[in-house]
């Protein structure tokens, strides 16, 4: 049939072009009875509880990524400056090591405040930020 169909034929549909020969004729095959196996039901009827309901947190995204931007920059001016070159420096590291050695827990951004919304130990961070200024005086030579 090598006939190209009128073009009123596409507003007819399918039915109507089978009827006139120009489309084949499909069969649906026969839909199965019952219930789907089982991996199809699971998969698709799957919700978790978390899917439904996420408690709230007491700190959004956005405090908790300033949060770590604090505490990144805090350890960096630590480490940096912890050999005390200028005045400057010596000013930066001794504000930040105080910082880092409070028991504060009243503030929100107080180093144990920070710890905690992160879900740091601040009792490591602060053995290790000892541990480094350590190792920076013994390159210096001070004892």
Known sequence: M???PETGVAWRGRRAAEELGLAPVTVKPPRPRGRPPIHLAAS???VLPSQLFTPPTPYPEGER???LAVLEDAIGVFL???EGADARGWRL???TAQWIASDD???PFS???VCDVLGLEPSCLRRGLARCRRMGRARAGDP
Do not use: I
Request: glycine letters at 10%.
């Open 93 to 95: 590291f001794a504000e």
């Open 44 to 46: 698709l009827n799957l």
């Open 111 to 113: 180093f144990l405040g």
């Open 80 to 82: 940096r400056h912890r």
């Open 105 to 107: 827990t009243e503030s």
């Open 65 to 67: 990524r300033l949060m």
């Open 2 to 4: 090598g006939v190209a």
